[in-house]
Structure formats: structure tokens, C-alpha cells
T-cell receptor
Framework: KAGVTQTPRYLIKTRGQQVTLSCSPI?????VSWYQQTPGQGLQFLFE???????NKGNFPGRFSGRQFSNSRSEMNVSTLELGDSALYLC????????????FGPGTRLTVL | AQSVTQLGSHVSVSEGALVLLRCNYS??????LFWYVQYPNQGLQLLLK??????LVKGINGFEAEFKKSETSFHLTKPSAHMSDAAEYFC??????????????FGKGTHLIIQP
């Protein structure tokens, strides 16, 4: 069974630009969560989508947004990029309950110059 | 609010020695607990999880962890370290109270170094 895929794997942007990252979950998984990983803050939860609805959101500014499509694929968007947005963005998919394992993709490495 | 504390940002052990990575959690409700491993330039892989079925949980690659409610701990152990165990390890907690896939709260991570 194919794992979670994320595209692109690497991305370089400049301050003020916007970026869209994509995540394709494991077939059959309806929940997609996004996390930001930085050396300083570690792994932080961004938001989670289930059946095209955002169910939970972490403590991030409104510049960070996401959506989920009917085939469970998800995108996250960051507008007006800041230097501090440079991070590894990880996507995880699961069946959707707290006790379910979340399967992580390899991440998208975003560098903001 | 839930939180996770991992004692020791770096742990160094000799090959063949016992591995012990510490994790303490704080949760207002019974938690689900997870250990993940991350190799360089890769995503996270689940080692094991506690979901209240048994307090001693066995995972992949010879790792196991014991849930101790009285100590609010979920330490990860492996009897004999192997060079391939060198990686970053994360303890995470999820709130049982909500049936949805609530965001995992992660610890800061422990970098495991294996000395030959």
C-alpha cells in the first residue's frame, strides 16, 4: 500500500510570497493533519481535516490555511511568507480517531529567503 | 491542556547497551501515548502506541515502553542498542476525550547517539 506522499519535497520562496503544499493520504484514510517542524519550536500541530471539514486547529496565525478535497487529498497554504516560516512541513493521515496511528509523509522543506 | 516532556535532548549509549529514553506527560484526561522515530530527511515512523489495552507495550525494532499512570511516564527502552537505532525519537500524547484525530502534542525530541 502506498504511503503518504507530499509535493514538492523542497521549496524556496522569498518573503511576502505565498506557497501551497500538497499531501496525498494513504488510500482509505479520511483524516489529514499538518505539522510544522522547526529546530526551535519542534513539532507543532497546524490543523486537521476530516471529510473536507477542518475539525481542529493549532495556534498559528490566519496566514496558514488548508483545505481537503473529496478524495481526501489536502493542501495547505501560507500567505505573506515570513523568514520564520522556514520549516519542514509534515502531513499525516489516519482513519480519524485519537487512538489511530498517524502515518507521516516525508515532508516538504520550505526555505524562505 | 496536554504536554509532553522528554528528558535529555541527546542520549549517547554504546552499541549493545540498554537504551532508555524518558517521557513524562501531562493530560487532564486518560491519554493515548505514542513513540515515533525520525531518521534524517524522513518523516516520522510509529514505534509503538499505548491505548489503554496493556501497560507494557511492545513495538517494532525491539523497542518497548511501559505506561505508569502514577508517575505519568511512558519511557522507551530497548535491551541492546544497534547502530541503526541512531535517530531522533519523539514522544507524543493525544487526548482521548475527543473522538476525532486531535492534534498530537509532541515532546521536543531526543537525539539518540550510538557509540561503536
Amino acid at each position: 500500500k502506498a504511503g503518504v506522499t507530499q509535493t514538492p519535497r523542497y521549496l524556496i520562496k522569498t518573503r511576502g510570497q505565498q506557497v501551497t503544499l500538497s499531501c496525498s493520504p494513504i488510500s482509505g484514510h479520511r483524516s489529514v493533519s499538518w505539522y510544522q517542524q522547526t529546530p526551535g519550536q519542534g513539532l507543532q500541530f497546524l490543523f486537521e481535516y476530516f471529510s473536507e471539514t477542518q475539525r481542529n486547529k493549532g495556534n498559528f496565525p490566519g496566514r496558514f490555511s488548508g483545505r481537503q478535497f473529496s478524495n481526501s487529498r489536502s493542501e495547505m497554504n501560507v500567505s505573506t511568507l515570513e523568514l520564520g516560516d522556514s520549516a519542514l512541513y509534515l502531513c499525516a493521515s489516519s482513519y480519524g480517531a485519537s487512538y489511530n496511528e498517524q502515518f507521516f509523509g516525508p515532508g516538504t522543506r520550505l526555505t524562505v529567503l | 491542556a496536554q504536554s509532553v516532556t522528554q528528558l535529555g535532548s541527546h542520549v549517547s549509549v554504546s552499541e549493545g547497551a540498554l537504551v532508555l529514553l524518558r517521557c513524562n506527560y501531562s493530560s487532564s484526561v486518560p491519554p493515548y501515548l505514542f513513540w515515533y522515530v525520525q531518521y534524517p530527511n524522513q518523516g516520522l515512523q510509529l514505534l509503538l502506541k499505548y491505548t489503554s489495552a496493556a501497560t507494557l507495550v511492545k513495538g517494532i525494532n525491539g523497542f518497548e515502553a511501559e505506561f505508569k499512570k502514577s508517575e505519568t511516564s511512558f519511557h522507551l527502552t530497548k535491551p541492546s542498542a544497534h547502530m541503526s537505532d541512531a535517530a531522533e525519537y519523539f514522544c507524543a500524547v493525544s487526548d482521548q476525550d475527543w473522538g476525532g484525530a486531535d492534534g498530537l502534542t509532541f515532546g521536543k525530541g531526543t537525539h539518540l547517539i550510538i557509540q561503536p
